[in-house]
């Protein structure tokens, strides 16, 4: 009997540290110390903490029980900091100047890979600005600088159509792809060829039906918007951002 109540409760042990998460975080964002994290997930479609902690050092901690895999969020009070796959693994989040990353679990590292390259193309479609300046201080003229950069970006754009359809379509089977497709769709044509190539499941995942509905209808793509309830926080919206890019000596 003793080693049978031992072995009911190896197992509880055992399946209740399956069943938990745990994100260890850093930050080299010294104005991040003091502030207080929310890892927040979609409930009923409204947003709901998860858990919460304190940036203590350039360190913050979040743990608690895992029910099923899903996505979150950071936020520092009302700001969306960055998303995150709350899963089995070592999970690390990383807040650098100008930079956040998150690793150590099989979707996160599938998410930030993915994010990285989209991130890079969205950098190479900034840079065709600054090189519209330089062309036009090479005494190039306008409508050749427009025929040249016009192509250029079409090709980017391209680019980054075939990224988020080719990722979306790859992981119809896994949380990430209802998360891609309703935040970086980019147009209805787009829309279109996922929904057609996807399975009912995930087209009947709430997010992705209410998103269709919302294109379809209104012919734009007008991504829905969950209100996020006011929260006061020590530092503003306005030099979160700052941080994040970079600019620590902002007021």
């Known amino acids: 009997m003793k080693k049978f109540t031992y072995l009911l409760l190896s197992v509880a042990m055992m399946t209740s540290c399956s069943e938990s998460f745990v994100i260890q975080g850093t930050s080299s964002v010294t104005r ?17 903490d998860l858990d919460s902690c304190e940036v203590v050092h350039g360190k913050f901690h979040f743990s608690g029980a895992l029910d099923t895999v899903q996505m979150a969020s950071l936020f520092m009070g009302a700001q969306s900091l960055m998303p995150l796959v709350v899963e ?20 996160n590292d599938l998410l930030y890979s993915f994010l990285d390259k989209h991130t890079q193309l969205q950098n190479q479609m900034e840079e065709l600005d600054h090189r519209y300046s330089q062309m036009l201080l090479d005494g190039i003229g306008e409508d050749e600088i427009d025929k040249v950069l016009s192509a250029e970006a079409a090709v980017i754009a391209q680019k980054e159509d075939s990224l988020v359809s080719d990722f979306v379509e ?3 089977g ?7 497709f309703v935040n970086m769709a980019s ?26 509905k919302s294109v379809t209808e209104s012919e734009t793509m007008e991504k829905p918007v969950l209100q ?17 890019n970079g600019n620590e000596n902002a007021n």
């Open 174 to 180: 896994n949380l990430l792809a209802p998360f891609v």
């Open 32 to 48: 991040l110390d003091g502030s207080k994290l929310y890892l927040k997930i979609i409930k009923d479609k409204e947003l709901a």
């Open 187 to 212: 147009s209805i044509p787009q829309v279109e060829h996922i929904m057609s190539k996807a399975p009912d499941t995930f087209k009947n995942n709430p997010l992705v039906a209410d998103f269709y």
């Open 228 to 244: 996020e309830p006011a929260q006061s926080s020590e530092i503003d919206d306005a030099t979160i951002q700052d941080i994040l």
């Open 88 to 107: 089995k693994g070592d999970i690390s989040v990383t807040i650098d100047n100008g930079k956040q990353k998150v690793g150590g679990s099989p979707l």
């Open 170 to 172: 790859r992981n119809f």
